[in-house]
């Protein structure tokens, strides 16, 4: 099952892009977009990885990411509600870099 | 007979790789939400060939979820999304 | 038979790295939104192809379903209230702030004028991360081919768990504790998202009787299929996360189909269930400590009945707090809130 | 190869057709009315194909039923969201395709 490793690297491939668009993107929502696709990077990897646990399928990794997948939706809500609340406040979902010149 | 499980398995994911280019191409919010409608049909038929090769019946429940849960986001945008979205003038594709 | 599986596991995942690519790089935000759901769909599928059934009925409930459905109407959120504050206050200390471009385009000055710097900062970043990523790439390719894991552990153990679903057995007996603190992360965001200020409602008033028949058809048909997932959960597949979110999918296609819930269940009876979950863990937990056991230890006697029941209030109140997180603001008895605590409770 | 094997056989390239036609329609098709055969038609049939051809391989009832069902739900989401989709297009305002 040497499929596990390439899923494995397109879990560290996704992890890498979110993190370059998390620092890159100043929109908030692309941020958080970003951010949901790290998690999926990440939960990618841990499951992959745990595959190679022959001939036992490895529950931890399993019932880790299973959790995990409901704290990043219940996040991501209360990010998207910040957001809203930021835009409301500062007029922007943006976070701007004032010129320091 | 797993062997043509998976080709076709394999066949529906490259209908599905192709229909995204109409969720980039657009034009409209519609055409996007349109394809992203019939991926989740095509996902569903992919699960439903991967748990007849492997012989896992828990992935029926899968595909029963998705065909559940296709709804919700199509929902959503008909509801919600489509109003707040300007709409591009040259809707029609040539 | 080998080839195939390569050339689809490999399709499988070029895909999902050039949607992901696509997704961050996309000008429009929509589109980028739908780019993301077909991501949560595809992701589902390599959840399949990894032999994880169960982790690709929670990412095909929420990553395809909830998630989207939660985006879609932020973005009509930002775009509504875009609209509104065109001409008021808020937009005019931005404009003073900025003046005299509007936020966007003092974005593309500020790049304009620091291009240089900005490459430099970003040619610098692509490098690190390429590090990162080929430092990651080699410590996961220089990993032993087979490592055990807590497998042998979990198998050996799983008689006494009280079901023979391992994920399951995990979940809510050997590793109690995170999902126990993962109850509490849920009501912890729903407080955040309630302690902020209220949000104008955002749904179309008028549904139409298809969506309205398509509501009545389906929810019933969810609430069956929650408790399905609860019940097979302790030997196959399935489970409280799982029926969790399938449940919180019917209260969105509720709120979304215009019903509300009347100032009658506004107050305890909703407070009830969210709390519901978190409160049976934990007295679990307490009256297993003070009968003589160690925290959240369950007799092997009595823990396939226990589960089932910690397992059936985190149900109701994962459903309910994640339809009220989509919900966004806190209800109020004049005008909101979903159906949930009514309809969620018919699943017991 | 058994007789019931090569009914699956054909069911199932069927169904992989009415997939590749659907998505075609989908790329090539002109505006959203008419993409929407696309999604209602082409590929619940294709659906219902590759399922009945599923269906004669299960190994008992209660998996026909679980398949059969999967192919309604299917059916009524695609038809609502196509009726939906539909419905809001026209009150946005878009134009159905004309020569």
Redesign the interface.
């Known amino acids: 099952m040497n499929n596990a490793y390439l899923y494995a690297l397109t879990g560290i491939a996704l992890f890498t892009l979110g993190l370059y668009a998390l620092i890159i993107y100043s929109h908030l929502l692309r941020k958080i977009l970003a951010l949901n696709i790290m998690t999926g990077g990440v939960f990618l990897q841990l499951v992959a990885l745990s595959t190679r646990a022959r001939p036992l399928l490895d529950a931890v990794p399993h019932a880790m990411v299973i959790t995990g997948i409901v704290v990043a939706v219940s996040a991501t809500a209360l990010a998207l509600a910040l957001m809203l609340r930021l835009r409301d406040a500062s007029g922007s979902a943006e976070l701007i870099e004032e010129p320091t010149e | 007979m797993e062997k043509l499980y998976l080709s076709i398995a394999l066949l529906l994911l490259i209908t599905l790789v192709a229909g995204l280019w109409r969720v980039l191409r657009g034009p409209t919010p519609a055409d996007r939400m349109l394809a992203a409608q019939l991926f989740s049909t095509t996902a569903v038929a992919c699960i439903l060939l991967l748990a007849q090769a492997f012989g896992q019946a828990s992935l029926r429940d899968v595909a029963l979820v998705f065909a559940l849960l296709a709804t919700v986001a199509a929902v959503a945008f008909v509801c919600c999304a489509w109003p707040g979205i300007e709409l591009e003038k040259n809707h029609v594709d040539d | ?1 080998t080839l ?10 070029v ?3 050039w ?8 000008a429009d ?11 949560g ?43 509104k ?1 065109d001409n008021t206050e ?2 005019r ?2 404009k003073q702030r ?1 003046a005299p471009e509007d ?2 385009r ?2 593309a000055a ?1 790049n304009q ?1 620091f291009s240089n710097k900005q490459n430099l900062f ?1 040619y610098s ?2 490098l690190m ?2 590090a ?2 080929a430092g ?2 080699y410590a ?2 220089s ?1 032993p ?8 552990n ?2 050996e153990n799983l008689y006494l768990s009280g079901v023979s679903n ?2 399951t ?3 809510l007996n ?2 109690g504790y ?2 126990l603190l ?1 109850m509490a ?2 009501l912890l ?2 407080l ?2 309630w302690s ?2 209220r ?1 104008p409602e ?3 008033s008028s ?2 009787p ?2 309205d ?2 509501s009545r ?2 929810v019933p ?2 609430l069956l ?1 929650a408790g ?2 609860l019940w ?1 959960g302790a030997r ?4 409280a ?2 029926a ?3 449940l919180a ?1 019917a209260g ?2 509720l709120l ?2 215009g019903w509300r819930l009347t100032a009658r269940f506004l107050g305890w009876p909703l407070r009830f269930a969210l709390i519901i979950g978190l409160a049976v863990f934990v007295s679990v937990a307490l009256i297993m400590m003070l009968s003589g056991g160690q925290l959240l230890q369950l007799p092997p006697a009595f823990a396939g009945a226990l589960i089932l029941l910690i397992e059936t209030a985190a149900t109701l109140s ?1 459903g309910v ?2 339809a009220a ?2 919900y ?2 806190r209800p109020q008895p004049e005008q909101i809130s979903a159906r949930q605590t009514d309809s969620g409770g018919e699943n017991e | 190869m058994s007789m019931t094997d090569f009914f699956t056989l054909l069911l199932l390239i069927a169904g992989a057709f009415f997939y590749i036609a659907g998505t075609v329609g989908l790329l090539r098709f002109p505006d959203i009315y008419s993409r929407l055969h696309a999604l209602t038609k082409a590929d619940n049939l294709g659906l219902g194909l590759v399922i009945v051809g599923l269906a004669l391989q299960a190994e008992s009832l209660t998996v026909v039923f679980k398949l059969i069902l999967i192919w309604l739900l299917v059916l009524l989401a695609s038809a609502s969201v196509a009726h939906l989709v539909a419905r809001s297009a026209q009150q946005k305002g878009i134009k159905p395709w004309t020569r």
């Open positions: 038979m195939l599986q390569w050339l689809f596991d490999g399709l499988l995942g895909t999902l790295i949607l992901a690519w696509q997704t961050l790089a996309s935000l929509f589109k980028a939104i739908v780019l993301f759901i077909a991501f769909l595809l992701m589902a599928l390599a959840w399949v192809r990894l032999n994880a059934p169960d982790i690709a009925l929670a990412e095909a409930a929420i990553g395809a379903g909830l998630t989207g459905a939660l985006l879609l109407v932020a973005l009509a959120r930002l775009n509504a209230v875009a609209a504050t808020s937009n200390n931005a900025f936020s966007v003092t974005t500020v004028g970003r970043l692509v991360l390429s990162v990523a990651l790439a996961v390719l990993l081919p087979e490592a055990p894991g807590l497998s042998r979990v198998a391992p994920v057995a995990v979940l050997f590793r995170d999902t993962e992360v849920l965001a729903l955040g998202v902020l200020r949000l955002q749904y179309d549904p139409g298809v969506l028949m398509l058809l389906l048909l969810l299929v399905y997932l097979v196959a597949p399935g489970g996360f799982q969790g979110s399938v999918a969105v296609l979304l189909a994962i707090t994640l997180l989509f966004g603001s």
